[in-house]
T-cell receptor, first 112, second 115 residues
Framework: GDSVTQMEGPVTLSEEAFLTINCTYTATGYPSLFWYVQYPGEGLQLLLKATKADDKGSNKGFEATYRKETTSFHLEKGSVQVSDSAVYFCALRKTGANNLFFGTGTRLTVIP | DTGVSQDPRHKITKRGQNVTFRCDPISEHNRLYWYRQTLGQGPEFLTYFQNEAQLEKSRLLSDRFSAERPKGSFSTLEIQRTEQGDSAMYLC?????????????FGPGTRLTVL
């Protein structure tokens, strides 16, 4: 069946460090891929998305590239800030489906 | 604020009681989704409406759960005879229709604790 596997957390980084949160997926066909972020006390927000192979989604300094050959969609940021502290969820949506299928989430804490 | 709103934000109930949650989507959105999120897990899809029609239900949605969207605007999720395993965050999201992917906007959630 469909699944999304995320790097287990929590992840703690110093400010300005490089961030990678791994995400791999299992799905038939060509799903769309997403990263959602949940800041403390707030609802889930879409961070970035990619809808086909080799697409790169980017937003707020975060990037992720849809790699069909490795079924991956790793999230990266070159220099994290304290304000990036949040829980990050990788998700997929199968072609023709309406719902999102989420990974378990990775908690990121950035310390000054 | 024109985002998705949910009420109540927190609900504590005793096992066996019925509870009802409300979701108000973004006003121009005709699609509405319910998800459940347990501690340490990602959200899991429960059900989906387009306008007032409930078009999809997950197998997670047992017979004790019922969702409605009577006028195609707000939605309610009712859980009858609650069990401790129902304790979770219940999330509502909405989106519009169109050719391209339309982002699902999430509400802040209703946290249910069943004692």
């Amino acid at each position: 069946g469909d699944s999304v596997t995320q790097m287990e957390g929590p992840v703690t980084l110093s400010e300005e460090a490089f961030l990678t949160i791994n995400c791999t997926y299992t799905a038939t066909g060509y799903p769309s891929l997403f990263w959602y972020v949940q800041y403390p006390g707030e609802g889930l927000q879409l961070l970035l998305k990619a809808t086909k192979a080799d697409d790169k989604g980017s937003n707020k300094g975060f990037e992720a590239t849809y790699r069909k050959e490795t079924t991956s969609f790793h999230l990266e940021k070159g220099s994290v800030q304290v304000s990036d502290s949040a829980v990050y969820f990788c998700a997929l949506r199968k072609t023709g489906a309406n719902n999102l299928f989420f990974g378990t989430g990775t908690r990121l804490t950035v310390i000054p | 604020d024109t985002g998705v709103s949910q009420d109540p934000r927190h609900k504590i109930t005793k096992r066996g009681q019925n509870v009802t949650f409300r979701c108000d989507p973004i006003s121009e959105h005709n699609r509405l989704y319910w998800y459940r999120q347990t501690l340490g897990q990602g959200p899991e899809f429960l059900t989906y409406f387009q306008n007032e029609a409930q078009l999809e239900k997950s197998r997670l949605l047992s017979d004790r759960f019922s969702a409605e969207r009577p006028k195609g605007s707000f939605s309610t999720l009712e859980i009858q005879r609650t069990e401790q395993g129902d304790s979770a965050m219940y999330l509502c999201a909405s989106s519009s229709t169109g050719r391209l992917y339309n982002e699902q906007f999430f509400g802040p959630g209703t946290r249910l604790t069943v004692l």
